[in-house]
C-alpha cells in the first residue's frame, strides 16, 4: 500500500485558523485593534503548540513528505507546510492592511496610502514566503492556457444582470453609498473608477491568491473557504459595504473561492470582480448625482 505521508490534522488546527481569522472582524468590523492582536497572537501560538506537540519530522528537523508504506523506506517528495508559517502570513498582511483607515477618499494622500498598504499587504507575505520560506505557497496563475467556455462567459454576463438588478438597490435604499465620497465632477469620477477598480483587484490578490491558498494547505477546500469568507467579508464592511451588505459579500466571497477552485484562473476572478465593480462604480456615481446615470430601477 502506497500512503502519502503528510504530518497534519485537520480539527485541532482549524481552532488557530479560526483565530487569525476572527482577527479580521476585530480589525475591520468592531475596530479593537487590540482584540485583533489578541487573536492573532492565540491562533499563531496555537498553531506553533500543535506542531511542537504533534512531535512529527518538524520539531526534529526534518519537514518532508514522503510516499510509501514504511517511514524508513519512504521516498521524500516534498517538505509539509508549516501552519504557523502560513497563518502568520495572513495575519502579517491583515496587520499591514489594519494600519490604515479603509474608508474611501479620493484625495492624493489617501490614495498613495492605500497603495502602500494594500500592496504591501500582498508583495511582503509573497516576498517571505517565497525568499524566506523558499517554497511557493502564493502564486498568482494569471493564465492556464484554457479557453473559457460557454458557462464562464454566461457567468459574465449573469454577474451584470445581477448587477444592475441588486446593487442600486442595496446602496441606494440603505444610504451606504453615502460611505463613498461625493463625486459631482469629472476628475473626482475618474478617482473613484480608478480606486473602485484597483481594490477590486487587490482583493483577488490578497483573500484568494494570498489568504486561500495558504488555509488550502491545510484544511479542505469547503473549510478554507468559509475561513478566507470571513477576512473578505469583513474588509468590505470597513470599505463601506454596511447595513445589510453582509447578505451580498458573503456569497459573493464565497462564490470567488469556489469560482477559482473550478477554474485555477487569477484572470477569471478578476474579471468577474471588474464587472461587478463596474456596477458598484455606476451606481456610486448614480447615487450622488440623480439623473447622470439614469440606466437603473431605483
Known sequence: MTVVRRETGLWPAVIPAALVCAAAPAFFVVQWAWLGW?????????????????????????????????????????????????????????????????????????????????????????????????DRAISFPWRTGKRWGRLQW?????????????????????GVYQNWPVVDTPELIARLFVGVGAVGIWDELFFICTVFALLRRHFPDAVANVLQAVVFVSFLWELGYREWGPLLTIPFALLQGWIFLRTHSLAYVVTVHLLFDAVVFAVLVHGHNPGLLDIFLV
Do not use: C, Q
Open 154 to 174: 454566461g457567468w459574465l454576463i449573469a454577474v451584470l444582470v445581477l448587477g444592475w438588478l441588486i446593487l442600486p438597490f442595496y446602496f441606494i435604499t440603505s
Open 38 to 134: 489578541v487573536l492573532l497572537a492565540l491562533g499563531i501560538g496555537g498553531a506553533w503548540l500543535i506542531e511542537r506537540r504533534r512531535g512529527d519530522d518538524r520539531v526534529k528537523g526534518d519537514d518532508r513528505v514522503r510516499i510509501g508504506a514504511r517511514r524508513d523506506t519512504a521516498h521524500v517528495v516534498g517538505r509539509s507546510p508549516s501552519l504557523t508559517r502560513d497563518l502568520s502570513l495572513i495575519g502579517l498582511g491583515m496587520l499591514i492592511v489594519s494600519v490604515i483607515p479603509l474608508a474611501a477618499e479620493l484625495d492624493n494622500l489617501a490614495m498613495l496610502r492605500f497603495t502602500l498598504a494594500l500592496g504591501g499587504a500582498v508583495v511582503v507575505p509573497y516576498v517571505i514566503s517565497r525568499f524566506v520560506f523558499r
